[in-house]
């Protein structure tokens, strides 16, 4: 994560120097001046007023137009940085604003019925997210309920590829939380825009389309879609394997706008049919939602029937949607829960076999990161004996084959814990905490069976560590992995820990083997201060309380330890096909915890992480958003661990088939009105919503409407 305050500091100063400079104006900047009066020659100039003050400049300028004139190359101009995009937000501004706008016909009202093809398309859209402060630049963070706001932007025209579409509702979610937080990354990190607007998927009237949207024919002005919010790259060749893998990003919280706003473009693909017999505020509300639970439940683990799987948060959200979605496939499924109210709702109405409250007297004190200290870890293990005993009791004796989990670094560990042998464990996100943690698992491998469950193929780049945590010349195990790996036909790069241990491996002539090696003390020496080998995942500040406290620690680990090793692997591993150098597949040790530096050091989307030793007794720590975000996976002998994210656009299409097969089921939303959006945020940030879902309506004069047809009946009714 990038310094936001260095950021500002270097825009300061720049404001500062600007401010007291005379800077000449080129003749090619006269020349274009020139030419743009030129071309309105009828264009009044404005008496000289004061200037909007943006958050470039520190002190406001007075800025009228001149008239152009020969002499301007030889004059002086006091010049101040450009607004991005429209100006500045000023929240004493936005009523009286919107007012005037609204009048001028440049602004619809919200809820204003829109007739495509009929209405004008307005210049302006009243939307929901934040603003950078006028004052610093700084992006203005905090609690949805008090930084949230309503703002006034640019209608967008869209792109060949794209359509802009008139929200009728809008789905709520995490994401729009860590949008409006900053945490654990700040969405302006991405682009360069003065404002954030958040919201991922809806549904939505096509207003216009793009040129190539339009000429493929699959969608037409006027339609009613149910929006996916996923983007990407639809030129990137890696569309072929999985469109998740072509520079991804999810709308509202990787984008630079969001749903959360009355008009909305998108990708065509974004663009889906609403399965039969929905609402349509349920058609506005379940894609982000149930798009994920059905990526992880049928493309990351792959469930079957039978099998017995925990859930985590299974009373509310995307919890109870997997809950939901498990028992239709014929999966015994238990569930955690915070109370015995909610136990109830899931044991009585939705089909689970049982309920863990995690606040009952036997449980309260268990969900907690794993302690550092090694007795301390193996005592918090045994505490937990209380918790699988239960599990067992509501499954016939056995532990969960597997587990969907997204609550975070406190539940993660004891979820870990309940999963039986050979079982998968998935994750999507981490609501309490990104420091994730577990206790490795009894089970050992030979390294050419692990290699052969990651489906590695030849030619791709493998890291392997030799010698953790020891100075010892020789480690069998390690060269045992580096054989496996030349049977494959891999291109290996070895780590080791002390540069003897080096040139112990460069005597044995594995020159056919190892494309080269990396010693952490040769990197020490030359790096100084500037690297740290980690003896664990550094614990992080918590992001709610420090939130510039969290980022700097990121940062930290991210310039001392994965820069220069990065660095130091990416040299060796670089080729045409990777330019980066990241390794494919990454052998690790079960006697270091360094899964933290391989977890982000490996692959997006296709990378491997896999152990072949026992684990049985030893805490391991990773950064929980490089395994869920980037989809990397992490292969044990006996579990793995499957970071999920999202759907692509045909698992969208295809959850929708299931839908209307009756195989999944969209769960009722909570309908917030639209002015009641930062509250219903707030109250997902403190875990206190009443509803599995929330959806925003813009538009809809009514619920219960089932159609277009009918949408557009009840406009016409209240406008008559």
Request: charged share 20%; glycine share 8%; aromatic share 8%.
């Amino acid at each position: 994560a990038s310094s936001e305050y260095t950021r500002a500091m270097s825009i300061s100063a720049l404001a500062k120097t600007i401010s007291t400079s005379s800077i000449k104006v080129s003749k090619n900047a006269q020349s274009r001046a020139i030419s743009r009066t030129a071309a309105k020659p009828n264009r009044a100039i404005p008496a000289c007023k004061p200037a909007p003050t943006p958050y470039h400049a520190l002190k406001p300028q007075r800025v009228c137009a001149q008239p152009n004139t020969q002499g301007m190359a030889r004059r002086s101009l006091s010049v101040r940085l450009p607004v991005r995009r429209d100006g500045i937000w000023i929240d004493s501004d936005h009523q009286p604003r919107g007012a005037a706008l609204e009048a001028a016909g440049e602004l619809l009202p919200v809820g204003a019925a829109f007739y495509p093809g009929v209405t004008r398309i307005p210049e302006w859209q009243y939307a929901f997210g934040i603003a950078r402060d006028p004052e610093t630049g700084l992006p203005r963070f905090g609690p949805p309920a008090t930084h949230e706001r309503e703002l006034i932007v640019k209608v967008p025209t869209p792109a060949p590829n794209a359509a802009l579409l008139y929200m009728l509702t809008s789905e709520v979610n995490f994401n729009d939380i860590w949008a409006l937080t900053g945490i654990p990354v700040s969405p302006f990190d991405s682009h360069e825009e003065d404002v954030q607007i958040t919201g991922s998927g809806g549904i939505a009237l096509v207003a216009a389309l793009g040129s190539e949207t339009r000429a493929e024919g699959r969608v037409k002005v006027g339609d009613l879609v149910t929006v996916y919010s996923g983007t990407n790259d639809l030129l990137n060749p890696q569309v072929g394997n999985d469109p998740m893998y072509a520079g991804f990003s999810i709308q509202g919280y990787e984008t630079k706008t969001g749903s959360h706003a009355q008009f909305l473009e998108v990708q065509a693909p974004q663009m889906h049919t609403i399965p039969p017999d929905l609402t349509l505020e349920q058609a506005g509300s379940y894609v982000l939602n149930l798009g994920t639970i059905s990526r992880c439940l049928f493309t990351t683990l792959q469930i079957a029937p039978g099998r017995t799987l925990f859930v985590e948060g299974a009373a509310t959200g995307t919890g109870l949607d997997a809950l939901r979605s498990s028992v239709r496939t014929g999966l015994q499924v238990t569930g955690l829960v915070s109370s015995p109210e909610r136990a109830a709702f899931i044991t009585g109405q939705q089909g689970a076999v049982g309920a863990i409250d995690r606040k009952d007297a036997r449980f309260a004190g268990l969900f907690t990161t794993i302690p550092e200290d090694a007795l301390a870890a193996r005592a918090w293990e045994a505490a937990g004996s209380p918790l699988v005993e239960a599990y067992k009791s509501l499954n016939a004796g056995k532990l969960a084959d597997y587990v969907v989990s997204h609550a975070g670094e406190t539940a993660f560990p004891r979820s870990f814990q309940l999963l039986a042998e050979g079982g998968s464990l998935a994750f999507y996100g981490a609501s309490s905490g990104y420091h994730f943690s577990f206790m490795g698992k009894p089970g050992a491998a030979a390294p050419e069976d692990m290699l052969r469950t990651a489906a590695l193929r030849g030619g791709e780049a493998v890291l392997i560590y030799y010698g953790p945590r020891s100075t010892d010349l020789l480690d069998e195990t390690g060269l045992e992995m580096i054989e496996a790996a030349r049977r494959f036909n891999a291109r290996t790069l070895v780590a080791t820990t002390t540069d003897g241990q080096r040139e112990f491996l460069q005597s044995l002539g594995f020159e056919d083997a190892i494309e080269g090696i990396v010693s952490l003390e040769a990197i020490g020496r030359r790096e100084g201060a500037n690297f740290l080998w980690p003896d664990t995942m550094p614990r992080l500040p918590d992001a709610k309380v420090d939130i510039d406290a969290f980022k700097a620690a990121v940062r930290d680990y991210q310039d001392r330890v994965m820069k220069p090793f990065g660095s130091a692997v990416g040299k060796i591993l670089r080729s045409a096909d990777n330019p980066r150098g990241a390794p494919d597949l990454v052998i690790e040790r079960a006697g270091q915890d360094t899964l933290g530096v391989s977890t982000s050091l490996v692959k997006p989307f296709t990378g491997r992480v896999i152990f072949a030793e026992d684990m049985a007794g030893q805490r391991f720590t990773f950064y929980a958003p490089q395994v869920w975000t980037r989809q990397r996976r992490i292969l044990m002998p006996t579990a793995s661990i499957l970071g999920t994210h999202l759907c692509n656009a045909y698992e969208v299409a295809r959850m929708n088939d299931m839908i209307a097969a009756g195989l999944l089921e969209v769960t009722e939303p909570q309908v917030v009105a639209w002015d009641g959006l930062p509250e219903a945020h707030q109250a997902m940030w403190e875990n206190r919503h009443s509803g599995a879902t929330y959806v925003v309506n813009h538009a809809l004069p009514e619920l219960g409407l089932r159609s277009r047809d009918a949408l557009l009946e009840a406009w016409a009714a209240q406008q008559n």
